[in-house]
Each structure stands twice: as structure tokens, then as C-alpha cells.
């Protein structure tokens, strides 16, 4: 019976290609995006589980004032001796019981220097220390390659790991255990090498390095719970242990104040988690996740619905055949088994179709979200398992329903005009709420995308506070040497199509953090931002204010001068800010305030500036401005308008001069703006490409069903046209009952759309206002695609001449 159904539903599927075709080329497109997505998804959450026991390790995050912090400082912070950096790492297992294990270490993405022995010169972009390597390497899972285990290897101090990437880039084919590296000005031996970590990991690293001491003020620390550990109990004890490693934190009665208190963030949470400070690993808004496993599904919709309207109607143009089989003595479930045969047959044939179409374009589809997605995941047996199960659950789906209704007809019924007429009924009524749920869906879609759209450019290009035009940022410019920044900004502005020099925050800063209060109240405002700036920052971030000009006509004998945004003057209740007095830090004991902190004067008020993602409210913000910096971590260069290239070949001649052996660092404030905003950037090049997919299979099925159903309709335009009936009064005719189809799609579709968009929009504290006029241009582009689509073949059946088509009546 099977091998019956199978040989008729492959002669049936032949003998209308043209309606299989748009119907394969349909599902094939919906279940790749569906296995797109969800490979995508797969990997986005399975982001470190790749370690062993991944469940039961945590990150440790400070709060602090109004943020929160991934690195736990050390107690003499930069000055901190290697007893220090060590102690909370390993005080943890010897007195918390629910901690197993702990380390801490830190991964660094400035350039390093590494020469081999042969002298060759490379450069690492990636580079983890760790004064706890054996820790670190119990903590953390990593396929040893070479050499002894991990464990061993980052036992003794200049001892260096590589992976088999940076192992090959050093050594070529030689056996690099027991080599030795200059790393910097350090001697390192190679003592193991490791798989490349999987890039869905954030303990990345082209080497790793067992140290004395790490060059930094603190580190993340990860810890290993015990079995069936509760992680709130676990951190009340770890809190009272960093008490006593850092006494500061009690003693000190500033420290003591910013600190809002400490918790365990679990491993496998950090992925899609708000980014904490100085956590530089890539991060996912998990709405964005659920956007894209939304929009697939909708596809898949379009295409089953695309599926079940041609079914519909292919079916009943098979009214004989069915009152032939059912005159014959075939039993209703003979007939419905057939149809879902065909229907199952087909789907299943669109599964290796689709799964080639997303092997196709996965190349490009990481090169946009920024993956490294590999293509064998999508020959994973649940992979496979889950396209085959959908296939086949879309395909039954699909044509489960003209099964049942064709099935159930009595002969009689199937004798006469039935479906293929055109005619009425509850198929009739399934079809137009069908394609009515399709173009909902494109309104959606279409007017999302334009909203998407529509805030990203809002960001990118809206009134930033600064200029960024011909702004470029020397990156590695950092000295404690004033002398050493004074000589680069003199030679840089030596040239005429440099216009300004200055030091100082730039677009995607971290911030740092201060509590402020004023001397007439006893209020502490936790959520204020400190900057320490120089004068030619100004000039360079295109910032005008007649303090900063003072201040450069008197050159370095200027003093210091403090400014506040708008924001901060708003926050302290200054109406008129200049003359006020604040106070950084109030409490401090290292501050020269009677009362501990730092008094300063408000020179100025500057404009709120977007420095941070438009995502974020702009923080109240104190702006210390120096004529020279003492210690300087970057350069900020204007160029003259359509000077830029001759400038930067200028800067690049100066840093040779200045800097010989350092590597030349350079980013166009342009692009560090445009980086901000890279994953809603990401989403909406996504976003409008499954959109425009979507539109396109709609119209490619509408199109479809609109052909087959006019052709059914042939004499009946016939008749008209021999009663007198123009061609515009069929063509308005058949349009009629889309256009209705459409409004209620509207109706339906634009508030759904509203709420989706002001759901997104309410992600950002600075958004665009919301409008009509994107719901509107998507109904009118639906209201397009149908008449189109309806007048294009109702005017070709309409120009047929009625007698050739009446001629059989």
C-alpha cells in the first residue's frame, strides 16, 4: 500500500512541477532559515559548557556605587605584592567548604612582542596571565596537544602555554616543548601546547603564562562549588574572606561606601548577562535571540501556509479522481493517507535541499554576526533529527487539512463543482484567513525592519555631544612621562593638517566610577562618571567652551579646572552650575577636603555626551581638565577638513619618531561609534534580509495560488466578458476580495507591529519617537504585492477571447 501511495505521489508531484517547484523552493528556504537559526541559537547558548563541570562554576562581580564590576582589585592595587594577588585565589578552598577550587587571572588584548630563537618576530593579540596556573588549570578545561599536563606546565613562573594555531605560527613543523620564547623582555619556555579553545569561549588566548606578579590592579576571579553548593550561602562567606585579604575594604570609609556588595555569576550565564566592567568578551542581548528564532518561525509559517493554499487547491482540481476512488470502494482514510503521503514526501525531499542552502551561506552569515559557526554542526544527529521531525510535522501540517476536507466529501459532491469552482464553503474560509496570516506577517516584518532601521541611524548619526569627522585615536600612546605626550602632541600639530591634539575618553570608555556630594547637603550620588582630560581634548573632540580657550592661551601654567554636564547639573539641583562646589569622593582619607574627598569649583557646563551606547543613560559626569596629564593612556588627533590621509601619514611618520618600538594603533572615532551599536547593526542587516526572504516567498505563493485560482475561474470570466463586462471590472473584481484580506491583515497586523516596536524601543534610553508612517508603508507594500500579483493574471485570463473559452458549454 505504501510503495501504491509513494509511486502515485511522485507521478502526481511530476506532473504539476511548476506548482512543486514554487512549493520546494519554498520550504527549502524556511527550513534552512529554521536551521540557521537554530544552529546560531545552539551556539550562542552553549557558550563555556564546553568545560567540565561548567555548572558549577562562578565568576565573582563587585558591585560598586551604580555598577558593576568583573575584576577584583588587589589591596595595594598596581602596587600589590605577589603575596596580595594570590590571596583571595587561595584562601577560598582552604576556608569556604562550598568552594572547591578557585583562581584568578587576567586576559590582555594590547600587542606583545614575541621572538623566537631564531630571531623571527610575531605578535600576540591575546595573552592570559595567571599567578595561579595550576588552579587556572583545574578550573578550566583544555585538550593538551604537546608537553606535559596543563597543570604542570603553569607550575613554575615563565612557564608558557600556546595553542596549536599560535604553536604553528611560531614553529612552523618543529616541536616547540622545551623552546623558548622572549615575550616582551621575558625569557619563557614552552612547556605544553593546547587545542585551539572553541570560539564560543571567553578564556581565549593565543599564550598563557604562569607569573610572579600580573601588571594590573586585579583580576577575575572563577570559582569551582562544591556539589549541591548554594551559591548566596557560598558568597556570604566568600564576602568575609575578601574582607580579610583586603582590610581596606572595611578600614578605608570611601571603599567601605562605594561598596554595594559582591556575587556569583554562573559561567554559563555570562554570555547573555549585561556586560560587567572590563569584561571585554563578547556579549548577546538575549531579546535579539528570541527576534531570530521569532522571525524563522514566521518564515516557516509563510512557507507551510504557502504550502497548505496550493495544496488546497491542487487538490481540488482532483475532485474525479477522488469520486472515482471513492466509487471504486476506498475508504476515507485511504484517500487521506494518500494526500499526506505526497504532502510528507515532498517536505522530507526539501530537508538535504535546505540543509546544502544553509551550508551555502553559513560563510556569510558568520561573517555578519561575528561567529565561527562550524558547518558540521548542521550534521549533528539532533540536528538532523530536528530538520527531518519539522520537515515532516510542516508537510503534514500543510496538507493535513485539504486531506481531511477532500476525504470527507460525498461523491456526489465531488461530481459536481466543489472546490474547483472557486466557489464558497469552509475551504474557502481556511484560504482567506491563510493568506491573511501571511500578510500579517509582512506587515510585521516590513514595518519593524524599517523601524530597526530607522533607530539604528538614529544612533549613529544623531547629535553625539562631539564631533567624530577626520577624529582619529592613537590607542597604545600610554606614559606616565607628561614630557614623553607634550613632544608627540608638539610634533603632531606641527603639521597643518593636524588642527588639534588633546588627550582623554573616547567613544565605548569604560568610565570610572565616583561618589559626589555637595557641602551644603549630606547626599552621596553613587552613579556620577569622572573623566581626566586635557585642554587640546577639546579641540580634538570638537568642543567649544570660552573656559577650555582661556586655559590654551595660558598654556601649562593654567590650572586645573573642573566641569559637570548637563546631566550632573541637573542631578545636583544647580541652576546656575558655575561657582558651585562639589565634592569627589567625600569620605576619602587620601582626599585634602576637611571631610575627606577632593573640593572642587565648576568652571563650565558641558553638553551630555553619548560616550557609551545610546542604550544607557548618559551618567552625571565631572570633567577634569589639566593643561598637560601626568600619565596619559591615548592620543586623540583632528585632522583638517579633507586632509584626513595626509594627516595620517603625518602620525604614522611622528610615532616611528617617538615611539620606534612600539606598534602603530589607530581607530576613526567614526568607527568606534559605529561599534557601539554593531550588534543592533548585526540584527538589522539580519533582521531586513529574513524580512525581504519572507516577502518574497509570500509573493512567489500568492502569485502561485492567485495563477491556478483565476484559471479555475476561466469561464466564469468568460461569461462575463460575453455579458458585457469590461476587463477593468474583472480585474477590480478579482482584486476585491484581496484588498479586504489585506485591510483585515492591517487591522490586525499594525498593532501587533506598535507593541513589538515599542517593546524594542523601551531596550534604549534614547530612542525615536514612534510613527505611523512604517505601519502604514508596509500596509501599502502588501496592498502592492496583492494587487500586483491578482491584476497581473486576471488581466491575462481577461484577454482571452470568451467564444474559444465558452466553445465547450
Same mark, same amino acid.
Given at each position: ?26 520550504? $527549502? ?111 578550566? $578545561? ?668
Amino acid at each position: 500500500m505504501l510503495r501504491s501511495y509513494l509511486r502515485l505521489a511522485i507521478r502526481t508531484l511530476r506532473r504539476r512541477l511548476g506548482y512543486t517547484a514554487v512549493n520546494v523552493i519554498g520550504l $527549502t528556504v524556511g527550513l534552512a532559515c529554521c536551521a540557521l537559526v537554530a544552529v546560531f541559537l545552539q551556539y550562542e547558548l552553549s557558550w563555556d559548557t564546553h568545560h567540565e563541570d561548567a555548572d558549577r562554576i562562578y565568576r565573582i562581580l563587585r558591585d560598586v556605587r551604580s555598577s558593576t564590576y568583573s575584576t577584583i582589585p588587589f589591596e595595594d592595587y598596581n602596587g600589590a605584592s605577589a603575596a596580595q594577588q594570590r590571596a583571595l585565589a587561595e584562601r577560598l578552598p582552604e576556608t569556604v567548604p562550598g568552594v572547591e577550587q578557585a583562581t584568578n587571572f587576567e586576559i590582555f588584548d594590547d600587542p606583545l612582542y614575541v621572538r623566537t630563537p631564531d630571531g623571527s618576530a610575531f605578535q600576540s593579540e591575546r595573552y592570559l596571565m595567571t599567578t595561579m596556573g595550576p588552579a587556572f588549570a583545574d578550573l578550566f $578545561t583544555f585538550e593538551l596537544v604537546a608537553g606535559v599536563p596543563l597543570a604542570e606546565a603553569l607550575t613554575r613562573p615563565a612557564s608558557v602555554v600556546l595553542t596549536r594555531t599560535s604553536a604553528r605560527q611560531y614553529f612552523g613543523d618543529e616541536n616547540p616543548i622545551g623552546q623558548t620564547l622572549r615575550i616582551d623582555t621575558l625569557d619563557a619556555t614552552v612547556r605544553a601546547v593546547v587545542a585551539d579553545p572553541p570560539a564560543n569561549s571567553r578564556v581565549t588566548f593565543d599564550l598563557a603564562l604562569q607569573v610572579n606578579e600580573m601588571p594590573n590592579w586585579g583580576a577575575y576571579h572563577f570559582v569551582r562549588l562544591a556539589e549541591g553548593a548554594d551559591p548566596d550561602a557560598v558568597m556570604s562567606q566568600v564576602s568575609q574572606v575578601m574582607n580579610e585579604v583586603r582590610p581596606r575594604r572595611v578600614d578605608d570609609p570611601s571603599v567601605r561606601q562605594e561598596r554595594k556588595g559582591e556575587r556569583l555569576q554562573a559561567l554559563a550565564d555570562i554570555h547573555l548577562a549585561d556586560r560587567a566592567l572590563y569584561d571585554d568578551t563578547p556579549h548577546r542581548n538575549p531579546a535579539y535571540l528570541w527576534a531570530f528564532g521569532a522571525i524563522a518561525v514566521l518564515i516557516l509559517v509563510i512557507t507551510t501556509v504557502n504550502y497548505a493554499n496550493l495544496a488546497l487547491a491542487l487538490y481540488a482540481d482532483r475532485n474525479a479522481e477522488i469520486g472515482v476512488r471513492k466509487a471504486m470502494g476506498g475508504y476515507r482514510r485511504q484517500i487521506a493517507g494518500q494526500f499526506l503521503v505526497e504532502a510528507g514526501l515532498l517536505s522530507l525531499a526539501c530537508v538535504p535541499l535546505a540543509l546544502g542552502l544553509c551550508a551555502a551561506v553559513l560563510p556569510a552569515f558568520n561573517a555578519l554576526m561575528e561567529t565561527q559557526i562550524a558547518a558540521t554542526r548542521l550534521v549533528q544527529p539532533s540536528v538532523l533529527a530536528a530538520m527531518g521531525g519539522l520537515a515532516l510535522l510542516t508537510g503534514l501540517a500543510a496538507g493535513g487539512y485539504p486531506a481531511s476536507v477532500l476525504a470527507r466529501k460525498r461523491v456526489v459532491e465531488l461530481f459536481g463543482r466543489g472546490l474547483s469552482s472557486g466557489g464558497g464553503g469552509r475551504g474557502w474560509s481556511l484560504r482567506h484567513g491563510l493568506i491573511g496570516l501571511q500578510f500579517v506577517v509582512l506587515i510585521g516584518l516590513g514595518s519593524l525592519s524599517w523601524i530597526a532601521y530607522d533607530q539604528l541611524r538614529f544612533m549613529q548619526s544623531g547629535d553625539l555631544g562631539y564631533q567624530t569627522a577626520g577624529v582619529v585615536e592613537l590607542t597604545n600612546f600610554q606614559t606616565s612621562d607628561s614630557t614623553e605626550y607634550l613632544r608627540l602632541k608638539q610634533r603632531l600639530e606641527a603639521s597643518s593638517a593636524v588642527q588639534a591634539v588633546g588627550t582623554g575618553e573616547t567613544p565605548g570608555a569604560a568610565g570610572n566610577g565616583q561618589n559626589v556630594k555637595t557641602p551644603e547637603r549630606d547626599v552621596i550620588y553613587d552613579d556620577f562618571y569622572i573623566e581626566y582630560v586635557d585642554v587640546g581634548w577639546f579641540g580634538a573632540m570638537g568642543i567649544e567652551h570660552p573656559v577650555v580657550d582661556q586655559m590654551r592661551e595660558a598654556g601649562l601654567s593654567a590650572p586645573e579646572r573642573v566641569f559637570i554636564n548637563r546631566a550632573a547639573a541637573e542631578r545636583l539641583g544647580f541652576d546656575n552650575p558655575v561657582g558651585e562646589e562639589i565634592i569627589q569622593e567625600p569620605g576619602s582619607e587620601d582626599g585634602p577636603y576637611p571631610e575627606g574627598g577632593i573640593l572642587h569649583t565648576v568652571a563650565g557646563v558641558l553638553p551630555n555626551m553619548h560616550l557609551r551606547p545610546m542604550r544607557q543613560k548618559i551618567k552625571p559626569t565631572i570633567f577634569r581638565v589639566f593643561p598637560a596629564r601626568s600619565y596619559t593612556f591615548n592620543a586623540v588627533v583632528r585632522f583638517a577638513p579633507g586632509r584626513t590621509d595626509e594627516g595620517m601619514q603625518h602620525v604614522r611618520e611622528v610615532w616611528s619618531e617617538v615611539r620606534p618600538d612600539a606598534p602603530f594603533q589607530a581607530a576613526f572615532l567614526s568607527d568606534r561609534v559605529a561599534q557601539l551599536y554593531d550588534q543592533e547593526r548585526r540584527f538589522s542587516t539580519l533582521a531586513a534580509v529574513l524580512s525581504g526572504l519572507a516577502i518574497l516567498l509570500a509573493a512567489i505563493g500568492l502569485a502561485s495560488l492567485v495563477a491556478y485560482l483565476t484559471r479555475l475561474r476561466t469561464k466564469e470570466i468568460g461569461v462575463r466578458k460575453a455579458l458585457g463586462g469590461s476587463t477593468q471590472s474583472i480585474v477590480a473584481l478579482l482584486n476585491k476580495e484581496y484588498v479586504q484580506i489585506v485591510g483585515a491583515a492591517f487591522a490586525l497586523g499594525a498593532p501587533l507591529a506598535w507593541l513589538a516596536a515599542d517593546w524594542w524601543l523601551g531596550q534604549f534610553a534614547y530612542r525615536i519617537d514612534l510613527s505611523v508612517w512604517p505601519f502604514l508603508a508596509a500596509g501599502i507594500g502588501a496592498l502592492v504585492v496583492a494587487v500586483a500579483a491578482v491584476s497581473t493574471q486576471a488581466l491575462q485570463t481577461a484577454q482571452v477571447d470568451p467564444a474559444r473559452v465558452l466553445r465547450s458549454e
